[in-house]
């Protein structure tokens, strides 16, 4: 084997009093995409501002040798460090929106990138300014590169920055989770890219990334972070065949998938220890399931689990390997019976529109409509979970929240039990509102940092006069916590005092504490790790089998949708394209869009055989949609006729309806 | 009684404002994500060395505005069931600094002359009438020899400085003593914790400003029992009696009309945020048409108008602070009218965008009604803004008012303010030679006040800055 393009060796890094990067060690051959895996808070970006030494301004690297192509970076003078950034070493981070200058042309601030490296003439620059552009896939380049950063969708400016980084013409790129704040057919869209970008120019990837499904798609080896230091490299197909590391296996049992509809999934307790102390055992002790006595007082040593596969592990000591141990018993339970599959809806909603006027100019007129929700229709029947799946912007939120009158629908109705909810005043909606509930995406944002845990929790209970004193209402709100998992004396401190997790648990007792029979979840582990997230839907399923809810599930992770949902309807620009039961949706979809979202959602199986339908552009503007079927601009299997008129609803079967001409004709 | 209390319309209202600072202190302390900003505001050295700056201001200001009559001397036993008092209405500053405010000369002085500035016509014990600068009736007049000034100055000087010190350090002792206590450590070890800076809240820079203050303090106030330190005005007045006494006018028009706007500003800025709608068109044309009238014009007018009143309703008006005074109310009202509009749109932008946040969201599914909601969950989120504007405009309230005076559309004319001082110099500053430190002493004074104010309001801002949060 030839000598590897970079070698990380023993590097340590501190900002403060944390070592957020512990006695690191990895090696990137050339052309080769390597993945650092691992949760929020556990090193990975620190480890790559590090090699790009970028740190901020309280991190100081310790020790250790980065040497790319022999060259060992951490004794270079800074400016010989400029030198290699940018040339040799170029970065790519997770939010394009902040990384682009808003005020400069697209074309302006690539040239800026090139000029730096080579120093060209203008027209050389300009040239190569429109090649890279080009390079990146982004169309019509001489007229994007006029334009500004706003005036680009996501996936565009984190091509942009791509081709800024590609403009030293790097050997090593270093992307910190580039795909994690776009969609998921833009994220196909851009894997895809730095897989040619790869195969063209022999560019070896460095890929910092928390979803195990991206991690199976694009890399070749992947080292898994806990803590600060590494636990387990391996190549990518030995790692997913057999995970050796407690906490890797942990964590693809933690990833909801249909398989495990039936069971829970394994939450990994705890959270991550903090790293400001000293370690003397394992970092995972306090969380592993399968912990020795010597785990707590002795570092585990390096171990050979195979052929380039290394695990720092106790249980691997010679005299007990034994791999298949290392797996933690699955907990099967027996699917919940499918209760409420035939009675009758709870909440039946019918052509909900939705349109935010667009104001402009001095008198205000309304030039215009933003069509958030263009006539959606929905049947949500008690105790049952129907998911609504769309990509961002496509308006699922909105329909949530129209739903619960936060937001005055336009047009459509909205029947709970018979009574129609839509153009209630606030008065009248009162009585509704006990039995309809909702919880937020951002758990951060999702309760006033001013009030107690007890009143964010009890707030509901006041104001429908529930629980008319305060003692009884923290009592209520005490035991509201218990049922969430949490200890009931959490009713005294501030929401800031606790993590994502435990935030969005208090979120859900908040929910619960007015007794509802509907609860819409909006995104409610998109913020969250794959272990907490883990928790959190076992939560919210247990819940459901014990109090017999109902839930109008919002998301965009249809591996959450296969797991917990009953039913599934598919948004696209406003409007259901496509609703059926899950296994219809999931295993037989129909709608060219719904296709695609399937085969764009990476897989956390690198020898799952998968026929990958990329999707082309961006979703247009809920203003102004296109006529005729909404995807058609997109749709790889787009006819002519499909311009001319909206294709009307076909069912399928009895619960399967598509929004599609081609559903008719291929039958 | 020797003496009867007299509560100025700006005295209630300023013992209103600090019952409310009082009772929002309090209140913060008992949260501690109201004390957390404040802590960080107490750990940064700008922050305490302003607030002891600050402190001395808001001290005179307070003692200036503790108004009474005194009883009239003259009461000789005859009948006693009816006291009657002086018409004069004083305040403990006027008490305190009787000796200053009694010790007027004919005219201009200079800085611890004992000369008048302007030549009269003396005559002589032998009948011969001399032009010279006549001897001032106060200023030096314990000098057998005008010549050896110098050194009594100095002596004085040097002996107050050290008497001011020795406050001090009764004061650094209290201090040391009462912080040794909280910790349970003995005083000396926390005398050299502040001596070598290693105390969380930086007493050491807080000590260092209040020994120059008291030690300047000290001394000025032993000169100016003999001395006019700042020298003396037009009508012969001391310019640091003025100056003193203009410290209340600034800083009242400073807090006050801030507090005056606050209810409007919250209201309608809160209203407009949160019902949008017509409720938010109507409020915005009310203060975009507000703001395209000239705030001068509209103070102009407001304050001519009510000149023209008083003068008309001269009998309404027990005595000429009664009416000075509500001329300086009427100016913060005015005032506050003209600036509330910066407040309310803040406020209405900052709405805006809580009322789209998750936990309004989730009180409203909860059924919460609009205004347990704006109470609960938009106002406490708010104050911090109403905070950081208040001690924001405070400087440029205080420089306002000067400039306003200054063309005459601002507090009376019988009134100290720094502004009419100002004026008031303005012709001088043509004379031959020039009389420079009436405004001089305004200038310091001020400069002084509004240095510290907007050094204070940085420091405020930065500790509410959640950007800033993480790094402090
Ligand atoms: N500027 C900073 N100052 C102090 N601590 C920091 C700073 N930035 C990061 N940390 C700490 O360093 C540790 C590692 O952070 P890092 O950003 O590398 O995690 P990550 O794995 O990339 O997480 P995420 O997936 O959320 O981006 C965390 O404990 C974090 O709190
Ligand atoms: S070393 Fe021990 S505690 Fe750590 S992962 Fe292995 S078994 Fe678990
Ligand atoms: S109707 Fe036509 S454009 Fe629309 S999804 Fe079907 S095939 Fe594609
Ligand atoms: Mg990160």
């Not at chain 1, 205000?364 to 998911?387: E, F, H, Y």
């Not at chain 1, 503007?621 to 601009?633: K, L, N, R, T, V």
């Not at chain 2, 001068?296 to 008083?310: F, H």
């Amino acid at each position: 084997m030839s000598a590897p393009l970079l070698e990380v060796e023993g590097l340590s890094t501190t900002i403060g009093a944390a070592r957020v990067v512990d006695d690191l060690r990895l090696e990137l051959a050339r052309g080769e995409t390597f993945a650092l895996l691992g949760e929020s808070g556990c090193g990975k970006s620190m480890t790559a501002l590090s090699l790009m030494r970028l740190l901020p301004p309280a991190g100081r690297i310790e020790s250790g040798a980065v040497r790319l192509d022999g060259v060992d970076l951490l004794r270079l003078s800074e400016a010989e460090m400029r030198r290699v950034r940018g040339a040799r070493l170029a970065m790519i981070f997770q939010e394009p929106q902040t990384s682009l200058n808003p005020v400069m042309r697209i074309g302006a601030q690539i040239a800026e990138a090139v000029r730096l490296h080579a120093g060209a003439a203008a027209a050389a620059v300009d040239a190569r300014v429109l090649e890279l552009l080009h390079a990146v896939g982004i169309p019509d380049p001489e007229r994007r590169a006029r334009e500004y950063p706003h005036q680009l969708s996501g996936g565009m400016k984190q091509r942009v920055m791509i081709a800024m980084a590609l403009a030293g013409d790097p050997e090593l790129l270093i992307a910190d989770e580039p795909t994690t704040a776009l969609d998921v057919t833009i994220q196909a869209q851009v894997l895809g890219l730095l897989k040619t970008l790869q195969q063209q120019s022999g560019l070896a990837v460095l890929l910092i990334t928390h979803d195990l499904g991206v991690v199976a798609e694009t890399a070749e080896r992947l080292a898994v972070m806990y803590a600060g230091e590494i636990v387990e490299t391996a190549t990518t197909a030995a790692f997913f065949a057999a995970p050796a590391h407690p906490y890797s296996r942990m964590l693809l049992d933690s990833l909801p998938t249909a398989d495990k509809r039936g069971a829970r999934l394994a939450a990994i307790p705890g959270r991550v220890p903090p790293l400001d102390r000293a370690f003397t055992g394992c970092r995972f002790v306090e969380r592993c399931p399968r912990a020795l006595a010597r785990c707590a007082e002795q570092l585990p040593p390096w171990h050979e689990a195979g052929a380039g596969h290394w695990v720092r592990c106790h249980l691997w000591d010679a005299d007990q390997v034994d791999a298949a141990t290392v797996a933690a018993p699955a907990v099967a339970e027996g699917e919940q019976a499918p209760a409420g599959e035939d009675a009758a809806p709870l909440l039946e909603v019918a052509d909900l529109k939705v349109h935010f006027p667009i104001h402009r100019g001095v008198l205000r007129r309304v030039v215009g409509q933003v069509r958030a929700v263009d006539g959606v229709s929905l049947q949500l029947r008690p105790g049952r979970t129907l998911a609504l799946v769309g990509e961002s912007g496509c308006g699922k939120t909105t329909a949530g929240k129209a739903l619960l009158q936060l937001i005055a629908p336009t047009a459509g109705s909205i029947r709970y039990q018979g009574h129609e909810l839509a153009g209630l005043g606030h008065r009248r909606m009162r009585r509704f509102r006990k039995d309809l509930q909702i919880i937020f995406q951002d758990p951060h944002a999702s309760m006033n940092p001013r009030m107690l845990v007890g009143d964010v929790i009890g707030e509901g209970l006041q104001a429908l006069g529930l629980a008319r004193t305060r003692p009884e209402r923290l009592r209520r709100a005490a035991e509201l916590l218990e049922l969430v998992g949490m200890p009931g004396a959490a009713v005294e401190r501030y929401p800031h005092e606790f993590s994502g997790g435990q935030r969005q648990r208090i979120c859900i007792a908040r929910a619960l504490a007015v007794d509802p029979r509907v609860i819409v979840c909006d995104e409610p582990t998109s913020a969250l790790d794959v272990s907490v997230q883990a928790q959190i839907l076992n939560l919210l399923k247990d819940l459901q089998a014990r109090l017999g809810l109902s839930y109008l599930f919002i998301t965009h992770d249809l591996s959450v949708v296969a797991y917990l949902a009953h039913e599934v309807a598919v948004m696209y620009l406003g409007r259901v394209v496509e609703r059926g039961r899950v296994d219809e949706i999931l295993e037989r979809p129909r709608h060219p869009y719904t296709r695609a979202l399937l085969s764009a959602v990476p897989v956390a199986d690198p020898r799952a055989e998968r026929r990958t339908l990329r999707l082309e552009g961006d979703m247009p503007s809920p203003s102004a949609p296109p006529p005729g079927c909404h995807f058609h601009p997109r749709c790889p299997e787009a006819r002519p006729e499909c311009a001319l008129a909206y294709p009307e609803g076909r069912a399928v079967s009895a619960t399967h309806r598509v929004h599609c001409l081609l559903v008719e004709a291929g039958r | 009684m020797p003496l009867m209390p007299v509560v100025l319309w700006t005295d209630a209202l300023l013992y209103l404002l600090l019952a409310l600072l009082g009772g929002f202190a309090w209140h913060a302390a008992r949260h501690e994500h109201l004390r957390a900003p404040w802590r960080r505001v107490a750990r940064s050295r700008i922050g305490v060395v302003t607030l002891v700056v600050l402190g001395c201001y808001l001290l005179v200001a307070v003692l200036d505005s503790v108004h009474l009559r005194l009883r009239l001397a003259d009461q000789s036993g005859a009948t006693s069931a009816e006291t009657r008092y002086s018409p004069e209405v004083l305040s403990l500053l006027d008490l305190a600094l009787a000796g200053l405010r009694s010790q007027s000369e004919k005219t201009y002085s200079a800085p611890f002359a004992t000369h008048l500035y302007v030549k009269e016509a003396i005559e002589l014990p032998d009948g011969r009438v001399l032009r010279d600068y006549p001897r001032l009736v106060h200023g030096g007049a314990h000098l057998d020899d005008p010549a050896a000034r110098g050194l009594d100055i100095l002596w004085r000087g040097l002996l107050g400085a050290l008497l001011g010190l020795a406050l001090w350090g009764a004061i650094l002792f209290a201090l040391s003593a009462a912080l040794a206590r909280r910790r349970g450590i003995t005083p000396a070890l926390m005398r050299a914790r502040i001596k070598a800076g290693r105390t969380e809240v930086p007493w050491r820079a807080a000590l260092l400003t209040l020994a120059s203050i008291l030690a300047l303090g000290g001394a000025v106030a032993l000169l100016a029992g003999h001395y006019h330190v700042l020298g003396t005005d037009k009508v012969g007045e001391d310019v640091l009696y003025q100056a003193l006494k203009s410290v209340r006018t600034g800083l009242l028009i400073g807090t006050l009309t801030t507090l005056v706007m606050l209810p409007a500003a919250l209201l309608l800025g809160i209203m407009a945020g949160y019902f949008r709608g017509w409720v938010d068109d109507l409020i915005q044309y009310l203060y975009t048409t507000l703001n395209a009238i000239p705030g001068v014009l509209l103070i102009a007018a407001a304050v001519l108008m009510l000149q023209v009143y008083m003068s008309n309703h001269a009998e309404d008006f027990a005595s000429l602070v009664e009416r000075a005074d509500l001329r300086l109310l009427f100016l913060c009202l005015i005032l506050g009218v003209t600036s509330w509009t910066g407040l309310c749109r803040l406020l209405r932008g900052e709405t805006l965008k809580l009322r789209e946040s998750d936990y309004v969201q989730a009180a409203s599914a909860l059924g919460v009604g609009h205004f347990t909601i704006i109470g609960r969950h938009i106002l406490p989120n708010v104050m911090h803004i109403v905070l950081i504007t208040l001690v924001l405009d405070f400087s440029g309230l205080v420089l306002a008012e000067a400039v306003l005076s200054y063309v005459n559309i601002g507090v009376d004319p019988t009134m100290n303010s720094w502004g009419n001082m100002i004026n008031g110099a303005r012709l001088e500053l043509a004379r031959e030679p020039v009389v420079w430190w009436s405004l001089s002493a305004a200038f310091v004074f001020m400069f002084t006040l509004v240095l510290a104010a907007n050094l204070f309001a940085d420091v405020v801002r930065d500790a509410f800055d959640p950007r800033l949060r993480g790094a402090a």
